[in-house]
């Protein structure tokens, strides 16, 4: 009797451990297309931001009201850095990640619409 009972007991282990590698498969899978459409999304927002032409002006005036409390109102870098030579330190795909994911800390991430972020792309070309 202990070995049908060793059985039984062999084959629920077994069960369970399937169940739960289903349970994990399931997830991470979840994650994965989570993930893949999350960087579908912001390659379509950073693909679209680059298509259009900005305005350096327009640029300028974002910057003054987004951006001046940590990089100083000529961009020389209070709490943020210098960003006079950002666009020959990092390409324009990396910049748009910076201001709309935050990447660094303390910066904050920021919700811009294309033709704002090509706004102030143009504006961070145009500092010397």
Known sequence: MTTSSSS???KNLIMKFWKWSFIIFVLLLTFGVLFYLNQEENNTYILKTLELSGS???GDTLFKMNC???HGISARGLVGPDLHAITQRLNDTEI???V???LTPPMPSFEIDP?????????LHSLK
């Open 96 to 98: 748009i990640k910076q």
């Open 56 to 58: 350096a002006k327009v």
């Open 68 to 70: 001046v409390g940590c």
């Open 115 to 123: 033709q704002n972020m090509s706004n102030l792309l143009t504006y």
């Open 100 to 102: 709309t994911e935050g």
């Open 8 to 10: 039984a007991a062999e």
